[in-house]
């Protein structure tokens, strides 16, 4: 089996988009909400060459305005296949805990790489597992809160309300697409 990482995951949602070269691609890492990533040559040029060893990307050479010749990076059938089967892998209560930014990756490419339907299942699953988990949370606070000092105190406050604001948002967004389902208005 195949070992992607979190960077390439995003790099192989970005050439699904359309191909991109090297650095396209740290443009987007440094100037977008996807600064998570690191946009370094050091991270992004290793992972292409991961990326396209593992046969899930291919490079080529194509003539550019400079003297340098650009290497654009397509996403291949099977990079596409590996991305689309991670990416609509179900939810568990582990991902809720552990891996919220895996999460609203695999959400943010979800309409282009696997159709709204996917999009709907996963916004669905995201919310039961949030349902399940947020209260728990609110629970620890409410138990141990008291005898921890203010700054950790308020610091899982704040973690809590972060759970319980996701929530919300995968109940709106979820009710968006339903709208959307059901012929009213883009939301």
């Not at 390439?8 to 970005?14: D, M, N, R, S, V």
């Not at 990326?51 to 899930?56: M, S, W």
């Not at 299942?121 to 000092?149: C, D, H, I, V």
């Amino acid at each position: 089996m195949k070992t992607i990482s979190m960077l390439g995951y995003a790099i192989l949602g970005l050439l699904h988009q359309q191909a991109r070269s090297g650095y396209d691609l740290r443009k987007i890492f440094a100037n977008t909400p996807m600064g998570t990533f690191s946009d370094s040559p050091g991270a992004i040029y290793p992972a292409l060459q991961r990326l396209e060893k593992q046969g899930l990307l291919r490079g080529q050479l194509h003539p550019s305005s400079g003297r340098r010749r650009r290497r654009v990076f397509r996403a291949t059938a099977s990079g596409k296949r590996s991305f689309k089967t991670w990416q609509t892998k179900s939810i568990s209560a582990d991902d809720i805990i552990h891996r919220l930014d895996e999460l609203m990756l695999r959400f943010g490419f979800m309409d282009e790489t696997a159709g709204p339907a996917h999009s709907v299942r996963f916004l669905r699953s995201l919310t039961r597992e949030l349902r399940r988990y947020t209260p728990s949370l609110r629970q620890f606070l409410k138990a141990n809160g008291p005898q921890m000092p203010l700054s950790g105190r308020l610091a899982l406050e704040s973690g809590v309300r972060d759970y319980e604001e996701l929530l919300r948002w995968s109940r709106s967004a979820l009710a968006k697409y339903v709208t959307k389902k059901k012929g009213g208005r883009r939301a």
